[in-house]
Every structure is written in structure tokens, then in C-alpha cells.
């Protein structure tokens, strides 16, 4: 069986896949909060144990190969992680897991959602933009979420190659008279202010707070309140017109920084937002400001608005990516011919 996960700030998601023909198959999956274990291994025995009772096996589950996407930067098979609680080291977990460490891969959570994407179905995409991939072409990802992501798949002229980036850590660029005020209100605590700091959760309070500092919520006085999933429900039923005013704000800046990697990219193959913040706000993503946004660089509007923008409707994409990088490492040839069919 391949082992994988999907391991962020804020949740934790694993799976255990069978082997079906060419591709993998699903048998058993569950979702944790990432504050309620002290270290990965714990979670990993946690979740062997309840896979080894819900597939009901006399003996223990045999983890063949495991792979995780991460909320952080993989360099030289040691992870650099920001928003984890935990220090992950190859060499531990494959003592917990039994297994040769050759046979577990760590990337970028973002890289493993974008191996993931030729694996989901034609409904797991919502298109935001009437526009018609190129096949052949370059692809961008961007996240928001505990953290702000972001990926590219470049065309090598047989498949496309993901490679990480850190372009959240890259500076914020405000574009009008109000976005400056913003960041000079930003810098009144922070020497930088990178676009995480923004497009993440963490950035919609600050922006509530520079639109109206008088107007709070409760949960701004909790530590460990949540106040990006307060201030977004309040926005998308209209509880608050400050809250309305925030989400308005960090679409309109959020579709920009997206136009912004589209451009690096050269993202003709598509942009594809993932994150569990798109899925929460899609209906105000529907309405056209982000796409206004992130085709509003003069004069390049035309070149920006011949790129297709895909929201990713399924959030086990990095699961089956990782899942899959994982299977690479027992059979490369295997992995390459399943490369061009989805079975998921």
C-alpha cells in the first residue's frame, strides 16, 4: 500500500491507496487538526491504527512507499517549515513506518497538489473565465490558506515538470492609493511585508483593521480564534459591511498577485487556484473582480486574458500527487506510463 499526506498548519489529511492496474486506488482516509498531536509520528501511528481497523486486517497494514506534500520548503530532502508545529526528518519516519527511506518523498504541498492535477476528473474544476486551455503550454497554482503557496508546471515538450517556488515570501506590491496606505499601515509592525502576510488567513484581519479599526468581532480577542473563517462567513452573508468591504479588498489584491504568477509563468496551460479559502469564497469569486484583477496589467491585458483561471473543487489533490510521487520511487517506469491517465 502507498502512504500519503497532506500536511498543513492548520489540518492534516492522509490516505492509504491499493495498487489498481496502472493507478491507485483509495481504501481509507481521514482528516486531522494539525494542534491536536505533538510531533508527525504520533499522527502517523494514530492513523495507521485506525486504517488497520477500518480495513480490518489480521496483521498490520504493509506501507510499501509513503509520500507528503508539506506547507514549507524542500531542499536537499530536509524540510524548512514556517507555519508547522513540528519538525519532520526522513530518517524518523521511516523507522516508524518500516520502510527504506529511498522509498519516502517529501515536496512542497503546493508541488504535490500540481502532480495531482491531471489526476482529477473534469468536475473537480470550476473555470472561472471562458477561455480554452493550450494543451502544450505552461500551468501556475496558487493556494491561500494557513499560508500563501504557489507552484508552476512547465511544459518540457513531452509532460509537464512541477517545480516549487516561495513566492509567497515575495514582497507585496500594492498597485493603488489605498493598497500603499495598506502596506504603510502594515509597516507599522512589520519591517516587510511579504504577500503571504496579505493573501494568507492571517491577512484578513489586517485588513479589517485598516478599513475600520473601531468595528471588531469576538473572535479578535480569542488567541486561538479563527478570524479569517469569522470575518469570510460574515462577508458572504453580509453580516457586516466591514467584512464585506475586507473580502471586496483581498479579491481585487489577491487576483492581482495571481496575474502577476500568470505573468512569470507564462500560464497559457491554465492558473488553477487551490486552498481552502477559494472553495469558501467562490461565489464571490464567480462574480468577475479577480478576473478583472488579474488580467488588469496594461499593456498585457490581452496577453492575461488568453489565460484560463481554474479553481480546484477537489481538495484531495495533493494526496493523489503525493500518493503517485510515492509510487514512483518502486517502479519509475510504472509511475511514467501512469502519468497520462486518471484514475481517481
Not at 493507478?23 to 482516509?29: I, S
Not at 508547522?84 to 518523498?105: D, F, H, K
Not at 479569517?228 to 498577485?257: H, P, R
Amino acid at each position: 500500500m502507498i502512504l500519503a499526506g497532506d500536511i498543513g498548519g492548520t489540518k492534516c489529511n492522509l490516505a492509504v491507496f491499493e495498487q489498481s492496474g496502472a493507478g491507485l486506488r483509495p481504501v481509507f482516509q481521514t482528516r486531522h487538526a494539525t494542534k491536536d498531536f505533538s510531533n508527525f509520528e504520533q499522527l502517523l501511528d494514530s492513523f495507521v491504527q485506525a486504517a488497520h481497523t477500518h480495513l480490518g486486517k489480521a496483521e498490520d497494514i504493509s506501507i510499501t512507499a509513503a509520500g507528503f506534500g508539506i506547507a514549507g520548503t524542500v531542499v536537499g530532502g530536509r524540510l524548512h517549515a514556517i507555519n508547522l508545529p513540528w519538525q519532520l526528518e526522513p530518517a524518523s519516519l521511516a523507522s516508524t513506518l518500516n520502510l527504506n527511506s529511498n522509498n519516502i518523498v517529501f515536496m512542497n504541498d503546493l508541488v504535490a497538489t500540481a502532480c495531482g492535477i491531471d489526476r482529477l476528473e473534469q468536475r473537480d474544476f470550476f473555470l472561472l473565465n471562458e477561455v480554452t486551455p493550450q494543451f502544450h503550454a505552461n500551468k501556475a497554482l496558487i493556494a491561500a490558506g494557513t499560508g500563501l503557496g504557489e507552484a508552476m508546471l512547465f511544459w518540457d515538450g513531452h509532460r509537464h515538470v512541477a517545480a516549487p517556488s516561495e513566492g509567497g515570501a515575495a514582497d507585496f506590491a500594492p498597485r493603488t492609493t489605498r493598497e500603499i496606505r495598506f502596506l504603510q499601515f502594515l509597516n507599522q509592525d512589520l519591517a516587510r511585508v511579504s504577500c503571504e502576510e496579505v493573501f494568507s488567513g492571517r491577512g484578513f484581519r489586517k485588513i479589517h483593521e485598516f478599513l475600520n479599526p473601531a468595528t471588531r468581532h469576538p473572535v479578535f480577542d480569542e488567541s486561538s480564534g479563527d478570524s479569517a473563517k469569522e470575518i469570510t462567513q460574515n462577508a458572504m452573508s453580509g453580516a457586516c459591511e466591514v467584512c464585506v468591504e475586507t473580502l471586496d479588498f483581498w479579491i481585487d489584491a489577491f487576483g492581482a498577485e495571481t496575474g502577476n504568477l500568470a505573468l512569470r509563468v507564462l500560464a497559457y496551460g491554465g492558473v488553477y487556484l487551490a486552498g481552502g479559502i477559494a472553495l469558501k469564497i467562490l461565489p464571490k469569486l464567480k462574480e468577475g473582480t479577480f478576473c478583472h484583477s488579474f488580467a488588469d496589467k496594461a499593456p498585457l491585458n490581452a496577453v492575461l486574458a488568453s489565460v484560463p483561471i481554474f479553481v480546484i473543487l477537489n481538495e484531495d489533490a495533493p494526496l493523489l500527487g503525493a500518493a503517485y510521487q510515492a509510487l514512483g520511487t518502486l517502479d519509475p517506469c510504472l509511475h511514467a506510463r501512469a502519468l497520462g491517465s486518471s484514475s481517481y
